[in-house]
């Protein structure tokens, strides 16, 4: 855990972000598998982990603005629990971690907020995404289970966003230790990539490292021959000499800080002519919009210089054709890069996602594009220093999506679809990082993972 200065002077931040009444910060409880006894991993609640730290299940932490005091509800475990579990430290003990005075127990919250809902004060929550805590703060509140949404907080919402969308030097690190450990991941991955062995034991061993080194991973590994299916979850093929592997992953530091890599490299180790003059445009579209990210700048401008430098690539092998701005503009390059370039990075792989993903990447200078591909960009609005993002261009060639826009002629001044059918069995590619806006411009987090055409090849030769 960070100290309990980190989390007392978090939570004076947002206090001075939201002016009055209770915040509710409910963690996570255990999520069953398959029957109660039987849960998932735990994983706590990251509103929760960022302001009250601890990493225990059922625990509510409540910000009270009008009077200064922070409380955490959560009951101290008893004789049967230590047989279970051993011996656990007091709830008093835990909240001092955090730098909390007050405890109280579960079943005091109820009568705690009966009182504040009587006197009228303002509860301030965010949007839950648990049935299990949707059901108990319904009950508390006195609220229909799915009219609950209805009573989010915005100023809460944007006090959050506001204060976890800027990473300190601290969370920097935990996100830079979550890159290292996917170098690990990926470089054996990429040595794993040979023909013969199947998708699910590349997975597995990518799984294991996360794991080894203490969390799961981020998300589900994406991993997969058919590169082209943006999130791709079968991993029953076998690899063949001729594919691209895609491999899209990250594990959770101890700290539930994320990382969200993606490498795509030949299998076999070796590139032919048409990979490699692909993935060279992809590697262009990562290295020129990286180029572009720095404070002040529209990540929905960055997005713009990858599909440009895509569009530009492409046209120079003949796939597309005419003016490369207004190509972007009219949207014709969304038949290769149907995706935004990239998202937040935090506690969340797509940070703060559960916020709305309009509160985290918009605000009043930008809103989202309504165009087919664009639309997809997580995040568009103005950086800052201290934003972790990442950077995810890709062409992917998609027959289905190539087969409406060919029937429909779409955009016939800009796509060659003759030349475009003789990619149809391609695949797709993507390339990953995780990016920190610095003061001028920005930083690649972590031991940079085998990139370019000469490193992969090396990697994969070893
Ligand atoms: N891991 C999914 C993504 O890259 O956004
Ligand atoms: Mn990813
Ligand atoms: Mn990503």
Request: glycine content about 8%.
């Amino acid at each position: 855990m960070f100290s309990p200065e980190t989390y007392l002077a978090r939570r004076n931040a947002l206090r001075k972000e939201v002016k009055s009444g209770l915040i509710l910060l409910p963690g996570n409880t255990e999520a069953a598998f398959n029957y109660p006894a039987n849960p998932y991993l735990f994983r706590q609640d990251s509103n929760f982990s960022y302001f009250f730290g601890l990493d225990h299940p059922d625990l509510v932490g409540v910000i009270d603005l009008d009077n200064g005091v922070d409380y955490i509800f959560g009951n101290d475990i008893d004789i049967d629990d230590i047989i279970w579990m051993g011996p656990q430290p007091s709830m008093t003990k835990l909240a001092e971690s955090v730098a909390v005075k007050n405890t109280a127990t579960s079943g005091q919250l109820a009568e705690f907020l009966s009182n504040a809902i009587h006197k009228s004060r303002q509860l301030h929550f965010v949007p839950f995404y648990r049935g299990e805590t949707i059901l108990l703060m319904s009950h508390l509140l006195g609220l229909n289970p799915l009219r609950i949404k209805d009573y989010v907080s915005m100023e809460l919402v944007k006090a959050i966003v506001k204060l976890r969308s800027i990473k300190s030097e601290l969370e920097i690190a935990e996100i830079e230790k979550a890159v290292d450990i996917a170098y690990l991941m990926f470089t054996t991955g990429m040595k794993m990539a040979k023909a013969g062995v199947k998708e699910q034991e590349i997975v597995g061993a990518m799984e294991g490292i996360s794991i080894a080194h203490g969390r799961p991973v981020s998300f589900p590994i994406i991993l997969s021959i058919n590169g082209q299916i943006l999130h791709n979850h079968h991993h029953e093929n076998y690899l063949k000499e001729g594919r691209m592997l895609v491999m899209d992953g990250g594990t959770e530091s101890k700290l539930l800080y994320a990382s969200d890599i993606t490498r795509t490299v030949p299998v076999g180790g070796k590139f032919n002519q048409r990979q490699k003059e692909i993935y060279e445009i992809v590697l262009k579209a990562n290295l020129n919009s990286i180029a572009a990210t720095r404070p002040g700048t529209f990540y929905k401008d960055c997005h713009t210089v990858a599909c440009e430098t895509i569009a530009s690539g492409l046209k120079e092998l003949g796939l597309m054709k005419g003016d490369v701005k207004e190509a972007v503009v009219a949207g014709a390059h969304a038949l290769f890069l149907p995706h935004g370039l990239g998202h937040m990075l935090g506690m969340d792989v797509h940070d703060m996602e559960g916020l709305g993903q309009i509160n985290v990447g918009y605000d009043e200078e930008i809103q989202p594009s309504t165009q087919f591909g664009t639309a997809y960009l997580r995040m568009g609005r103005r950086l800052q220093p201290g934003f972790v993002i990442t950077n995810e261009p890709g062409i992917y060639f998609i027959p289905e999506l190539i087969d409406i826009w060919k029937s429909e002629n779409k955009f016939p001044e800009f796509i060659n679809y003759q030349k475009v059918d003789e990619y149809r069995d391609f695949g797709g590619i993507r390339i990953e990082d995780d990016i920190l806006v610095t003061a001028d411009s920005c930083r690649v987090l972590g031991k940079p993972i085998p990139k370019s055409v000469a490193e992969v090849e090396a990697t994969m030769g070893m």
